[in-house]
């Protein structure tokens, strides 16, 4: 439904202007907080302010799908972190878990719509990565999904165009 309202603003001239990732982290630990704390994870900010030129509803929705799918697919006191910044000229928004991580040979069908990996936990629909991508795609930005240093869990990125750089 968000991408759809996005197409209907896009075609009146469009919703973008400039969308700080710290204020989306900082709404999004009011927002997701009680959550975490409900299935017991433990789920921890490092933000930086990191300016990108959006639609910021839709890069709101894209930012809670990662938080969601972190939170439910990581087991009870598992870890989840959000962190927003700029590497290499580069705003990011990234989610990393430490829950099991996804196979290596899902790692590009997560993001197809309505894909589930086998033997996932819960009830999902398989539409939270697919929408990602989308708004990613809509704002020039990446998706980079590996693992963390630690060697297990999921990290997922989000890579902007360069500050200033009009997405394509």
């Known amino acids: 439904l968000a991408l759809a309202r996005a197409d209907r603003n896009a075609e009146r001239g469009g919703a973008t202007g400039a969308v700080d ?20 994870v433990d789920l921890g900010f490092e ?7 959006g639609d910021e509803v839709l890069l709101t929705e894209m930012l809670g799908n990662l938080i969601e799918n972190a939170i439910l697919y990581v ?5 989840v972190t959000v962190r927003s910044g700029t590497r290499e000229g580069r ?25 589930r990996v086998e033997g996932a936990p819960g009830d999902g629909s398989g ?8 708004v990613a795609d809509r704002h020039g930005a990446t998706v980079q ?3 963390p240093a630690t060697g297990r869990g999921t990290s997922i990125a989000v890579r902007f165009p360069p500050a200033g750089a009009r997405p394509a």
């Not at 933000?47 to 030129?53: F, I, P, T």
């Not at 928004?93 to 829950?99: T, W």
């Open 127 to 134: 539409l939270g990565l697919a929408i990602v991508r989308e």
């Open 145 to 147: 999904l590996s693992t």
């Open 21 to 40: 990732l710290y204020r989306l982290g900082d709404v999004a630990a009011r927002d997701w907080t009680a959550r975490a704390i409900a299935r017991d």
């Open 75 to 79: 087991p009870a006191g598992g870890v």
């Open 47 to 53: 933000l930086e302010h990191a300016e990108v030129r």
């Open 91 to 115: 705003p990011f928004v990234a989610v990393e878990d430490d829950g099991p991580g996804i196979p290596e040979a899902a790692r590009e069908r997560v993001f197809e719509r309505f894909y």
